[in-house]
């Protein structure tokens, strides 16, 4: 069992940055590959960006590609989204995600272990 624990979130002005941070409890973090997704109000989660085991190559949604950098240190079992140049249309409760599976998925049932979210919200 992995159980996730997001922090970091909170309300900032367009523009502005945020870092989000998961925290993981799991005997062998450094098995699991990461995601992060995003799910604004009556909108379908959505894939942000993922990360493998190594932490070598991430892969990122198209609108926040050069905006938001993923990372991940093993020695702390903690997973991060560095979240630049803000815009209002990234407000979401963002979650971190888990999975042992071989691959590279974008899709949400990929991952078996999720946080219980975070809220992000931009101001404009």
């Known amino acids: 069992q992995v159980q996730l624990v997001e922090s970091g979130g909170g309300v900032v002005q367009a523009g502005g940055s945020l870092r989000l941070s998961c925290a993981a409890s799991?005997?062998?973090?450094?098995?699991?590959?990461m995601g992060w997704f995003r799910q604004a109000p009556g909108k379908e989660r959505e894939f942000v960006g993922r990360i493998d085991w190594s932490g070598i190559n991430p892969h990122y949604a198209d609108f926040v590609k050069g905006r938001f950098t993923i990372s991940r240190d093993n020695a702390e079992n903690t997973f991060y989204l560095q979240m630049n140049t803000l815009k209002p249309e990234d407000t979401a409760v963002y979650y971190c995600a888990a999975t042992s599976r071989a691959g590279i998925s974008f899709n949400p049932r990929w991952y078996d272990y999720w946080g219980q979210g975070i809220q992000v919200t931009v101001s404009s």
């Open positions: 799991a005997r062998s973090f450094s098995i699991y590959s």
